[in-house]
């Protein structure tokens, strides 16, 4: 039977750490605020400034190198993903101060494309679901949403070719991606759940960069493909990923479909799609994005 000094003793420590407790929860609380009323201000110079009468107020690169210092920075206890969640919700916080983000997705809702949203820009973004695609990448064009997260990978067809084709129709712009895991297997992968973020603006480099294109070949001959890739390997640019279909259209042809490292600002990405560019293929540039963080 515990003794009851031995209580009181227990008692007085805990009391103590609490009490530390609630000091660094007030000092973490003025500090949300004061980066707040910061974020508000920078808000303030953007409209005051701004070229033109749509500031932009999300900032891609600028919110994943953010995130990437949180994560190098961390010293724990607390895992690097986890200190990153964090902050990433107080980014969307202050974030929904400058400008409430509306953010379209397919429906229906409470589905993985809107866990996706939530993860990637927080729980402050305002969700809109649609009931098509098409519809998805219409409020991007006619600026009823702000940005659009929709599959590009998914565990049943791998990629999702219907995105892919209204990524070839409509002039919007790779912003991010999303990874997100689903289920708790040992065979679960990000690979079978990824989400690409798009919007109306490009975005400038993140110091971790990837690249998405698609190229529209009617050469049949054999070692075509090779032409294609062959830029990339002088220069030693690694593509994550590569999606072929063919009889695209009304004349027999090859879409191919690219994921590379490296933004399209990088000397010697420039010099690969300036090379693209000379052969006889189309050459759509999906965007540059910051590599997904979370």
């Known amino acids: ?28 609380q003025r500090l949300i605020n004061q980066r707040a009323e910061c974020a508000g201000k920078v808000a303030d110079v953007k409209q005051r400034y701004g070229q033109s009468a749509s500031p932009v107020f999300y900032r891609p690169e600028r919110e994943a190198q953010v995130l990437r210092r949180v994560m190098e920075r961390n010293t724990g ?144 001959r054999p070692g075509a493909l090779y032409s294609l890739l062959e830029p990339f390997r002088k220069r030693g640019i690694s593509l994550t990923r590569l999606e072929t279909r063919s009889n695209i259209g009304a004349r027999p042809a090859s879409l191919f479909y690219m994921d590379f490292e490296g933004h399209r600002d990088d000397e010697t990405v420039a010099e690969v799609l300036l090379e693209l560019q000379s052969t006889p293929v189309i050459l759509k540039i999906l965007g540059s994005y910051p590599q997904a963080v979370l």
Request: some cysteine.
């Open 77 to 220: 206890p607390l895992p690097d993903h986890e200190m990153a969640r964090l902050f990433r919700e107080i980014m969307s916080s202050c974030l929904a101060l400058e400008q409430p983000v509306k953010v379209a997705f397919m429906g229906p809702e409470n589905n993985y494309t809107e866990q996706a949203v939530r993860k990637h820009f927080g729980l402050s973004a305002q969700s809109v679901a649609f009931a098509s695609l098409e519809q998805v990448f219409k409020a991007v064009m006619d600026a009823s949403c702000h940005y659009a997260v929709l599959p590009i990978e998914s565990p049943q067809e791998g990629l999702v070719s219907h995105t892919l084709d209204l990524l070839g129709q409509y002039d919007v712009f790779i912003c991010g991606e999303v990874e997100l895991q689903l289920g708790g297997g040992t065979l679960s992968s990000t690979l079978d759940t990824r989400f690409l973020v798009l919007g109306r603006q490009q975005v400038a480099p993140s110091g971790c960069d990837k690249t998405s294109i698609l190229i529209r070949s009617e050469d049949d």
């Open 1 to 28: 039977m515990t003794k009851p000094n031995t209580l009181n003793e227990q008692e007085q420590a805990l009391r103590v750490l609490r009490d530390q407790i609630d000091d660094i929860d007030l000092n973490i």
